[in-house]
């Protein structure tokens, strides 16, 4: 039986397709002998000039994460994608490993004495944001890196 990786990853924009879709084809250059689903390719849910109601998109990914032996979780954005979080949460309870890929760069200088005192004053944070609750649930049962690389890496890890 073949092995399957759920990559989970905001799909609206043109940027986020062609990240999603140049990154996948990276991994699967990589493994080819492993599946990967990309939400986005499932064009009976994810054709925007058809229709598929929440139910019908619900049951469509979440049938295929709960097939898949390893997600893949793209965190960047503003916040953690809320279609992204939902996929965590239910990877999590299903005891399937995840790789979270949060690149933000907010995160280099964490050393740097001026942005942490900037931490004590209201609003100056120089720091991203990312929800603590969906972090978590990736670190109790995965990792979260921080470059592509490191991701291709892992997957030797998680799926044997």
Do not use: C, W
């Amino acid at each position: 039986m073949s092995k399957t990786i759920y990559f989970a990853s905001p799909l609206f924009s043109n940027m986020e397709r062609t990240y999603n879709e140049l990154f996948v084809e990276k991994i699967r250059e990589s493994y080819p002998e492993i599946n990967v689903y990309l939400p986005q390719e499932q064009l009976v849910i994810n054709d925007k000039h058809s229709f598929a109601d929440s139910k019908m998109i619900a049951t469509f990914d979440t049938n295929a994460l709960l097939q898949s032996h390893l997600m893949i979780a793209i965190l960047d954005g503003a916040t953690i994608d809320v279609g992204v979080a939902s996929e965590i949460g239910v990877a999590y309870q299903a005891g399937i490993p995840i790789v979270g890929l949060f690149t933000d760069s907010r995160q280099d200088g964490a050393t740097n004495k001026s942005k942490l005192k900037a931490l004590s004053e209201v609003a100056e944070s120089q720091f991203p944001y990312v929800n603590l609750y969906t972090v978590g649930l990736i670190k109790l049962n995965g990792i979260i890196v921080t470059n592509e690389d490191d991701v291709i890496d892992a997957i030797t890890e998680y799926i044997k």
